[in-house]
Nanobody
Framework: QVQLEESGGGLVQSGGSLRLSCAASGMFFSINTMDWYRQAPEKQREWIAT???????AYADSVKGRFTISRDNAKNTVYLQMNDLKFEDTAVYYC??????????WGQGTQVTVSS
């Protein structure tokens, strides 16, 4: 059974940093493409970053230059380093695992709150 568990969220002041982690189990982690999404109150869920099995990365314009996605296949974990956080980054952050032949798997999310 595939499981994803996010951690590292919390309350931070504007301009601060946080690092989110997403620990995966029940799958061959290294072949998965991993994504981070977020959802702010009363807004649609927003894709923010992707890292492929080959460690190619992509970012939404809203976070480019501030956020960095990375992975450690030995630890079955994907990270999201978030720097220069802004009030509008406040959201629940989710990680997603994608692999051919299997439905996408989502974690339960971790809350990030940025105070202005």
């Amino acid at each position: 059974q595939v499981q994803l568990e996010e951690s590292g969220g919390g309350l931070v002041q504007s301009g601060g940093s946080l690092r989110l982690s997403c620990a995966a189990s029940g799958m061959f982690f290294s072949i998965n493409t991993m994504d981070w999404y977020r959802q702010a109150p009363e807004k649609q869920r927003e894709w923010i970053a992707t890292i492929t099995s080959g460690e190619n990365t992509a970012y939404a314009d809203s976070v480019k230059g501030r956020f960095t996605i990375s992975r450690d296949n030995a630890k079955n974990t994907v990270y999201l380093q978030m720097n220069d956080l802004k009030f509008e980054d406040t959201a629940v952050y989710y990680c997603v695992a994608r692999a051919p032949g299997r439905r996408d798997n989502w974690g339960q999310g971790t809350q990030v709150t940025v105070s202005s």
